[in-house]
Nanobody, 123 residues
Framework: QVQLVESGGGLVQAGGSLRLSCLVSGRTLSTYGMAWFRQAPGQEREFVAAISWSGGMTYYPDSVKGRFTISRDNAKNTVYLQMNMLKSEDTAVYYC????????????????WGQGTQVTVSS
């Protein structure tokens, strides 16, 4: 069974940076399309970034484009989300998600989820 474990969240000042990690176990990461989502209190879950199973494609919404970068290290079975120029509105619980042979799209039906890691940006 595939398991995803996020880490790297914390408290950061506006304008700062954080790097989230998602460790994948139970299956080879190279066969999984991966994504990051976030959810703030009282709000719906929001798509943040995706990377295809091959790593050749990435996708970002306008809200984070140019500030966030998703990447993968298949040798370490880990997916990363580098977040720069953080804003208070980036405060949320961030979730890692995956799907076997998934493409880089917010419409991919991700079926494996981590437990989340809290990111708090102070203004």
């Amino acid at each position: 069974q595939v398991q995803l474990v996020e880490s790297g969240g914390g408290l950061v000042q506006a304008g700062g940076s954080l790097r989230l990690s998602c460790l994948v176990s139970g299956r080879t990461l190279s066969t999984y399309g991966m994504a990051w989502f976030r959810q703030a209190p009282g709000q719906e879950r929001e798509f943040v970034a995706a990377i295809s199973w091959s790593g050749g494609m990435t996708y970002y919404p306008d809200s984070v484009k140019g500030r966030f970068t998703i990447s993968r290290d298949n040798a370490k079975n880990t997916v990363y989300l580098q977040m720069n120029m953080l804003k208070s509105e980036d405060t949320a619980v961030y979730y890692c998600a995956g799907r076997y042979w998934g493409i880089a799209s917010p419409k991919t039906p991700y079926d494996t989820w981590g437990q989340g890691t809290q990111v708090t940006v102070s203004s």
